[in-house]
């Protein structure tokens, strides 16, 4: 089992909301058409020189990120494409080193900072939802998804167990304005999307709600939390 620690960005027509190695390949291109495929081109064979590349762009996650699908001599990897201008992959990269040690996450072959650029182990296409009982009346089927849970389970527990100083030096704390910020997705998007208005006395509700949430949430021990752990970004790398 295994959780990429890969999150956000706008997409294209190609792209879909699932994790990069989740993904089949969705169109053959030159890395050679564009100035930035052409950076791209030069820097993979800097890092693979005198190797025969083949790559194909694969559907990407929810950010300015892009993905290739890789093929090395008949060893595949994971390319990542951000444009430094509109996403950093340095906390990509520092949190891919927080988790290492603990969960099972894509080792990054090379990096590039300054071009945003990161060659990733490629985990597959299998994640947690194709493999998750489709047939709830089939006992075996159910007793394998009951394992499969359980691994989630384990891999959340191995999160929580990393040093909340060594994830403080890397990822925000959620404090009042962090939580709060998410929580207001409630009222700035879902209710709008149902077509839903709160009136003035709501309002006032909500947030003396999400005060009385906030303040019970900050008391309590502080564990490092995993912010995307759902069914398509956990890779199953061995599903017999």
Request: charge should be negative; charged fraction near 20%; include cysteine.
């Amino acid at each position: 089992m295994n959780h990429p620690a890969a999150q956000l960005a706008n997409q294209d027509p190609c792209d879909s909301p699932v994790s990069p190695s989740n993904a089949q390949p969705c169109e053959q291109q030159s890395l050679k058409q564009q100035p930035r495929e052409q950076q791209l081109h030069t820097w993979l064979n800097e890092v693979f020189p005198n190797q025969s590349l083949q790559h194909e762009k694969i559907p990407g996650d929810a950010s300015f990120r892009s993905y290739h699908r890789l093929t090395v001599d008949n060893q595949h990897y994971i390319v990542m494409d951000a444009p430094p201008e509109k996403e950093s992959v340095t906390e990509f990269i520092a949190v891919g080193n927080l988790m290492a040690g603990h969960v099972h996450v894509p080792k990054m072959i090379a990096t590039d900072e300054q071009q945003g650029f990161i060659v990733l182990e490629d985990l597959g296409n299998t994640d947690f939802a194709d493999v998750i009982a489709k047939d709830l009346t089939d006992a075996g089927e159910m007793a394998k998804t009951a394992r499969y849970y359980q691994q989630a389970m384990q891999a959340i527990l191995a999160i929580q167990k990393i040093d909340i100083n060594d994830a403080k030096a890397v990822i925000p704390s959620y404090d009042d304005a962090l939580l709060r910020r998410e929580m207001g997705l409630f009222s700035d998007w879902f209710l709008p999307y149902i077509g839903v208005t709160m009136t003035p006395d709501l309002e006032t509700l909500w947030q003396d709600l999400q005060s009385d949430i906030i303040q019970q949430v900050i008391a309590q021990p502080q564990v490092v939390v995993h912010r995307d752990f759902h069914s398509r970004n956990l890779m199953v790398l061995n599903h017999s």
